[in-house]
Each structure stands twice: as structure tokens, then as C-alpha cells.
């Protein structure tokens, strides 16, 4: 079980790497343009998947979550700010569009999920079931206040 969940692993991370590859502007040098760090954890109680995403600077309006058979999707968009008559004499400050996508290792109810953004970070609670939902759903993130 645990050669197969490696196996899984890297191959994830390959898709990731190409998909990367092919987001990247060729005018960005080594840059990969932003890419949001992601945690995925599970809980027994309640029997759930919660996915963390680090998404400082980003509009919640512009972020899009969708689940679907055991993958969830987040996509959106980090803009850098307008700035009239702006030279940079350091840029680090990754934006752009991005999507994380992240494999899920059990079937859960996206009709249930629930999606929070507070101070830069996403939380999306997935609620684990033992009867998969078949087809895509779309999640709303809530803003916390």
C-alpha cells in the first residue's frame, strides 16, 4: 500500500511539473509565476479531508473551486497592484493566474463541502463518504469576518 501511495505521489508531482511548464511565460526567466502552497489533511471527527491554501494577495471573488471524483480543482488569479509610474529595483512578488490541483484519497460529498478565506488562507472541509458522488461541483469560498 505504501509503493503504491509513492507511485501515486510522483506521479502527481510530474503532472504538476508539466503543467507548470506550461503556464510559465518564456519571457520569465526561471520564474514559475505564482503557485500557492497547499496542505491536505484528514480527520476522524469529524471523517473529513481539509485542504489549506495560501492565497495572500488574491481576491476571493477571483478563485474558483471545483470538485470532482476524487480531484479538486482551485484555480484564480494574484494581480500585482497598479502603480503608476513604477520601476522596479526588486521584483519577487510572484502573480498571475494559478491552479493547484489536488488528489483526493477517498470519495467525499462535494454537496456538503464547505470553503472559508480568511486572512490569505482557503480552508475547504470535505466530508469523507463510503458512496462516491459522481460528475463536478462548484464550491463558494465564504469570507470570514
Given amino acids: 500500500m505504501t509503493q503504491r501511495r509513492d507511485v501515486d505521489k510522483l506521479q502527481e508531482e510530474i503532472e504538476e511539473l508539466f503543467a507548470d511548464l506550461w503556464q510559465v511565460p518564456r519571457f520569465s ?14 480527520t476522524d471527527d469529524p471523517h473529513a479531508l481539509t485542504v489549506l491554501v495560501e492565497l495572500p494577495g488574491v481576491d476571493p471573488g477571483s478563485v474558483q473551486i471545483v470538485a470532482g471524483e476524487r480531484v479538486l480543482l482551485i484555480t484564480g488569479e494574484r494581480k500585482h497592484p497598479k502603480v503608476p509610474g513604477r520601476v522596479y529595483q526588486q521584483m519577487e512578488i510572484e502573480s498571475g493566474p494559478f491552479q493547484r490541483q489536488v488528489r483526493l484519497v477517498e470519495d467525499i460529498d462535494p454537496g456538503r463541502a464547505r470553503a472559508t478565506f480568511d486572512n490569505g ?22 469570507r470570514s469576518t
Avoid at 29 to 42: A, E, I, K, L, T
Avoid at 121 to 141: D, F, N, S, W
Wanted: proline content about 8%; glycine content about 8%; charged content about 20%.
Fill in 29 to 42: 526567466g526561471v520564474r514559475r509565476g505564482f503557485r500557492p502552497n497547499v496542505d491536505c489533511f484528514h
Fill in 121 to 142: 488562507v482557503l480552508t475547504i472541509e470535505l466530508p469523507v463518504v463510503e458512496q462516491p458522488h459522481t460528475g463536478r461541483i462548484v464550491i463558494t469560498a465564504e
